[in-house]
């Protein structure tokens, strides 16, 4: 076992247990630190994938920016403590089935798999993955779709003001 | 120990299977979905969402580097965006909600009143 698949393994474990950690700890900071370990690990893997450009924004966007969105929200709400109790009937029982159901089907679609095979070129070439080949993409093939996330973003942050200026500054109803 | 059909990538004069990536993926895929269902508290439902959208981010990117492909990293980029887009207006939501009540479970949120 080489480096690189001990580093596979030791990401992998470290990204599974900071997913437990996001389901199963009580205090919403704790599951906010564990999604930040899962990014991380995630990033590691992506570093390990060649995929330089897409490891970089995952650190300073990802696991930067969102994440402290996310802190700031915790802190500006304070502790929130969460029901135990299920309204619903059945609903433990019915999220069960839907969830080993969906497991189950993505792990047969994933035996099921045939690979293509990989396009023409040497993916070891330096430019793989790096700020020149993803630039070029997204100006070139993927110039409408980048336009558009720019006003997906616009959009985003003119109804994130409004919705936090509250209701007495919407005017009347 | 081979789970799927073979499809290889060189890493650093390795041999790794592109499958354990895909299975990694599917596992914290899983998991957010069972965030999503079993938590009552809607900020740790919107942490769980992200887990899920990170979680097809790894299999873009695995299947990118196994094709030898950049539009997989491109499709990972646009799908971090569309997630940063959906953190902000998801909050900015619970923030506002949070302002009229205390809330303590989703569940609350069943009538369309303000």
Do not use: H
Request: charged share 15%.
């Amino acid at each position: 076992m080489g480096p690189a698949t001990l580093v596979f393994w030791i990401a992998s474990v470290v990204a599974l247990a900071g997913g437990l950690g996001v389901v199963l700890f009580k205090e919403p900071i704790r599951n906010v630190l564990s999604l930040v370990v899962v990014m991380l690990s995630l990033a590691v893997l992506f570093l390990l994938l060649s995929a330089q450009f897409v490891f970089v924004v995952q650190v300073i966007v990802y696991a930067g920016a969102v994440m402290v969105l996310f802190l700031f929200v915790i802190t500006l709400l304070g502790p929130v403590r969460e029901q135990t109790t299920v309204r619903l009937p059945w609903q433990v029982f019915i999220s069960a089935v839907a969830i080993a159901g969906f497991a189950g089907f993505l792990v047969a679609m994933l035996r099921g798999v045939t690979y293509r095979a990989p396009d023409a070129g040497d993916p070891l070439l330096p430019l793989f993955g790096s700020v020149q080949a993803i630039g070029l993409g997204l100006f070139t093939d993927y110039l409408f779709p980048f336009e558009l996330t720019s006003i997906l973003l616009l959009v985003a942050a003119i109804g994130a003001i409004y919705l936090s200026r509250g209701p007495r500054a919407r005017g009347p109803k | 120990m081979r789970f799927l059909d073979a499809s290889t990538i060189q890493v650093g004069g390795e041999q790794l299977d592109v499958s354990w990536f895909l299975l990694l993926a599917a596992a914290l895929f899983v998991l957010g979905a069972i965030g999503v269902l079993i938590r009552r508290n809607p900020l740790v439902m919107l942490i769980c969402v992200e887990l899920m959208l990170n979680a097809v981010n790894l299999t873009l990117v695995a299947f990118s580097r196994q094709l030898n492909n950049r539009e997989g990293q491109l499709f990972a980029l646009m799908t971090m965006t569309v997630a940063a887009a959906e953190a902000v207006v998801g909050l900015a939501i619970l923030v506002d909600i949070f302002r009229v009540r205390d809330l303590e479970d989703i569940d609350e949120l069943s009538e369309l009143k303000g």
